[in-house]
């Protein structure tokens, strides 16, 4: 089956950097994409992985390694605001997004 | 960029009643739309597929005839529930995507929840 995993809460402190994990076991690959989501709202784009390597956009950057199956989120500079759930979503060999339960990150200041 | 706006944003009916939720893409052409429902501290679970001029695609376990969904243009899909019960409870998400760009993405709209008294 496919699978999507991802830790389920982590915490860090205000200023600090967070790296935020995903493994996958999908049918096929054709991209991976980090979301965040706060409470209540909708998912918003963070960003998109198709080749091996780092994906830097300001304070956050994403990793991939096909071969390994494994993501990660960097988030710098931690702010107040980026207390958030982290969703990881690979799309698989029939361009259907497969969602992970997300990370819920909290921030202390 | 472009944006996808969902209403309504909160809507509370009575057991019984339908109630129609919008996802309209303002500034793309949307061929294909997605319709999530998303429980608390769980993932978003992907419930049907939206495509201009067709049927939907249910996933497994869906049920067409509660869930309708209707796309009835380029940049309009509607899910409507029906009969709704207390267990429909929930935050319905859509999502388009814009033919134009080259990764695919995903918009979401801002997401309606619903509360089923």
């Known amino acids: 089956g496919q699978n999507i995993d991802q830790p389920t809460e982590m915490t860090a402190t205000e200023g600090a950097i967070v790296q935020i994990n995903c493994t996958y076991q999908?049918?096929?690959?054709?991209?991976l994409f980090w979301y965040q989501q706060h409470a209540g709202e909708a998912p918003t784009f963070l960003s998109y992985?198709?080749l091996d390597g780092l994906e830097e956009k300001g304070r956050f950057s994403s990793f991939l390694s096909r071969s390994k199956g494994y993501s990660y989120l960097l988030l710098k500079e931690l702010q107040m605001k980026d207390s958030a759930s982290y969703l990881c979503?690979?799309?698989?060999?029939?361009?259907?997004?497969?969602w992970g339960a997300g990370t819920k990150l909290i921030i202390k200041p | 960029g472009a944006v996808v706006s969902q209403h309504p944003s909160r809507v509370i009916c009575k057991s019984g009643t339908s109630v129609k939720i919008e996802c309209r893409s303002l500034?793309?052409?949307?061929?294909?739309m997605f319709w999530y429902r998303q429980f608390p501290k769980k993932s978003l679970m992907l419930m049907a597929t939206?495509?201009?001029?067709?049927?939907?695609?249910?996933e497994q376990g869906v049920e067409k005839d509660k869930f309708l969904i209707n796309h009835a243009s380029l940049t309009l899909s509607t899910l409507t529930v029906t009969s709704a019960h207390p267990e429909d409870s929930s935050f319905y998400i859509c999502?388009?995507?814009?033919?134009?760009?080259?990764?695919?993405?995903?918009?979401f709209g801002e997401g309606s929840r619903l509360t089923v008294l």
């Open positions: 999502s388009a995507r814009d033919a134009g760009r080259d990764t695919g993405e995903l918009f």
């Open positions: 500034d793309f052409q949307a061929t294909t």
């Open positions: 939206s495509n201009e001029g067709s049927k939907a695609t249910y």
């Open positions: 999908t049918s096929g690959f054709n991209g």
């Open positions: 992985n198709v």
């Open positions: 979503a690979v799309r698989d060999s029939n361009y259907q997004l497969i």
